[in-house]
């Protein structure tokens, strides 16, 4: 498939380019010419997560570093903001991680306000509070540092998956105090499968060794030991980074800032096209999230009764487009497209033409009672 055609929001598509990246020889990764390569990585990856602290590489989905935030966390309760699929899971890994977990819920399409946050902090004492930047399943964007300086606020650590934000929405891990914050390679990054990153904060490093079961393979120690020598604590995936190397170069020459500006236009070329559609097809169509809280790398449509997301991303398929459909308890009443990555306002105009057609013809087809 052509690249521009495929809009999930994760996977996202990868340029032809970057694949190719990927036949590089093998390399011993206890040797200098693996530790130029993790040193290129790592200078292209500061600059995208907005920190001078290393940049933790893991083979693994950002589900890892997940794991791993919680497991080497401080000893202590987790106070949970939950707000969709992704947010749950999160909680569901603290939990699994035998922490005693609080869950502070809000409406799927909304964020936890952030009164509730400090009145629940008032009321307990908290290790750390997890929360998920862009909910995938959603769209919905949560206001990060008025949620870091909360928990600092508090004496609890600030663990972010910005797995759908970061490289597309504005994360500065530094000037906000971020503690730990994460992301995978195969979103907004516009990179394969099986990578992630995450950046520990000064603060979160000095009480990691206080967690007493944080396992070997996700030990915050470990990455941070290996990541100065420019190595990994296990066999690293080099064909991966690779890839990462190359995309890296191109991210810096386009400057985060014009990234962010990318992501921005598409997510309200999304927003001008839900109410277009409305218009021009008579078809109630929503955003998920709220009108202020919205993810400038994905968006939730939310349809009318007689629609259904299957049927939505199937004729859409049809065109030949890959678009996401609903998610958890959104799955039969929503699809989702994925704005990020190397995709622009003028392709995602194109996949949109697409959804338009799909969408008139199911309209259609229930108004003649097809």
Not at 63 to 84: D, F, H, Q, W, Y
Not at 143 to 170: I, K, M, N, R, W
Request: hydrophobic share 40%; aromatic share 8%; glycine share 8%.
């Amino acid at each position: 498939m052509a690249f521009g055609r495929f809009f999930l929001p994760g996977p996202t598509d990868v340029r032809a380019e970057v694949l190719a990246a990927q036949s590089g020889p093998m390399l011993p990764h206890r040797g200098g010419a693996f530790e130029s390569l993790f040193a290129a990585v790592q200078e292209g990856l500061r600059p995208v997560f907005r920190t001078t602290r290393p940049v933790y590489v893991s083979t693994s989905s950002a589900t890892g570093l997940m794991e791993a935030a919680v497991r080497c966390a401080k000893p202590g309760a987790i106070l949970s903001l939950v707000n969709g699929a992704f947010a749950e899971r999160f909680a569901d890994v603290a939990r699994s991680c035998g922490r005693d977990v609080t869950v502070l819920e809000a409406p799927w399409g909304s964020t936890v306000s952030l009164d509730r946050v400090e009145q629940a902090l008032k009321e307990k004492r908290y290790a750390a509070v997890s929360v998920v930047h862009s909910e995938t399943s959603t769209g919905a964007l949560t206001a990060l540092p008025e949620f870091a300086s909360l928990c600092a606020q508090y004496g609890a650590l600030s663990l972010v998956d910005s797995v759908t934000g970061l490289a597309g929405a504005p994360v500065e891990t530094d000037a906000w105090g971020l503690d730990f914050v994460f992301t995978g390679s195969q979103k907004a990054l516009a990179l394969p499968p099986g990578l992630s990153f995450g950046v520990a904060s000064e603060r979160y490093l000095a009480t990691v060794s206080e967690a007493p079961d944080r396992g070997r393979y996700f030990d915050v120690l470990e990455f941070e030991q290996y990541v100065h020598r420019n190595q990994t604590p296990n066999t690293p995936a080099t064909s991966l980074l690779y890839a990462a190397a190359r995309q890296l170069e191109d991210i810096a020459a386009e400057t985060m800032t014009h990234r962010w500006q990318r992501h921005a236009e598409m997510a309200l070329t999304m927003q001008q096209w839900v109410h277009q559609t409305r218009e021009e097809i008579g078809l109630p169509l929503c955003i998920q999230a709220l009108e202020g809280e919205r993810s400038p790398t994905v968006t939730c449509v939310a349809l009318p009764l007689h629609v259904r997301g299957e049927h939505v991303v199937k004729a859409v398929a049809d065109r030949g487009f890959v678009i996401g459909g609903g998610y958890g308890k959104l799955k039969a009443t929503a699809f989702r497209i994925g704005h990020m990555g190397d995709h622009t306002t003028e392709g995602l105009r194109v996949c949109l033409a697409a959804v338009s057609e799909a969408l008139a013809e199911l309209h259609d087809r229930k108004q003649s009672g097809v």
